[in-house]
């Protein structure tokens, strides 16, 4: 576990949150976060070290599984959307099936099949009975790969989806039929709450009976409904509640509300919590200046593609402004403020991996140094292609004259950040030594008349 938790901590930017394991589900969750590009090279670095290490033929636990590296959800958290977050799970499924053999299956919303939404029909018999089936029965065929079960690995399941919360409560039993009643009567398949899954357990370490839940959706199922319906139950069979536990992460909503709920509190707000506040007055105290002043530092990043794309993603709020002044869809133009935010972060990651490749010995830097380029090329590439798309949009607007100032200054503020990034492409075609990528790149150029 250690060696995974390394593996995915080689990624800059990506910071572990959380740690999970126990030995009676035998399983390890960990909970990071990053820009997204950085995460996705995470995932498929810790996937890559679980294959490597985790022999399932000499695995049991509580837990169901398929894989070594059983399930990675991408999940958004801020700036990034859902639906890119599905794209994110489709290029870490190509990547897993391509670098290590081990066949993936998609879920929830990147699922392409509708029985692959919900992860437990894909895990149904597990390892021991995919490694059989696969290959032979058509309905266990993957999404991505060939249907070739990896020998000791057996296959990942990769998808995108909301945040959840993993919660169990303990009974005071060890009768793991009354966690498996318990588990039916709450669960949404047979008839119980719309977004809970759930299964009955048994915690041997504690000789102990455990109902372990999802929740897919804790505003509309809140964890509070779920728990006093699992106390409920396990009363009608005589039996206490010992605990309760998060598996992973929660969000603090969650507990929020379930305060609200237990103490009856009379006209509760989030305002009302300390940590809120404090947060509230930091978030208040960054932004524009932050970023400024790191503009200004005598550092290399970021510098002048963040920038770059700091005045594509301002072009982006002024097209999403006029247009929702002007009643039409601000969307295309959200979505672009998302990636031009994105990619101002994304491209000083990219430069810091140039310097990091010269940074190797002087023998062995110059495949990293190549590597690195065509990252620090491809990122503002990117941004002068979608500020391309955007411009064209931009001018593409029919809004009331009195909008037309805003409209103007988005323009100016896009070709602005056309000419910053090609700048940008320019220098870091100059030091690339592979000639196909350096023609592709000025091709996709042409392409846009640049």
Known sequence: MDAIVQAVLTVPDVVLLDRESDADHNRCVLTFVGPPAAVADAAVR???KAVELIDLTKHQGAHPRIGAADVVPFIPIEGVTLEECVRLAERVANEIWNKLRVPVYLYESAARRPDRVNLENIRRGQFEALIKEMGTVAERAPDVGDAVCHPTAGATVVGARKFLIAYNVNLGTPDVAIAKKIARTIRFSTGGFRFVKSMGVMLGTRNLAQVSINLTDFEQTPMHLVFETVRREAERYGVPVVGSEIVGLIPQKAIEMSAG???RFENFRPELVLENRVAEAIGARSGLPEFLDALAAPTATPGGGSASAAAAAMAAALGAMVTRLAKQD??????DRRFFTEAVD???????????????????????????L?????VPLEVFERASEMQARLNALQIPAKFGSDLAVAKALTVAAQAGVLENVNINLDSIQDEAFKAAVQARLRALGA
């Open 261 to 263: 709920y237990f103490l």
């Open 346 to 372: 994304r491209d000083a990651e990219a430069f810091q991996k140039v310097m990091a490749a010269y940074k190797r010995p002087k023998d062995e830097r110059a495949p990293f140094v190549e590597e690195a």
């Open 374 to 378: 065509h990252g620090a090329a491809e």
């Open 330 to 335: 601000p969307e295309p133009f959200e979505t």
């Open 46 to 48: 810790g996937v890559e």
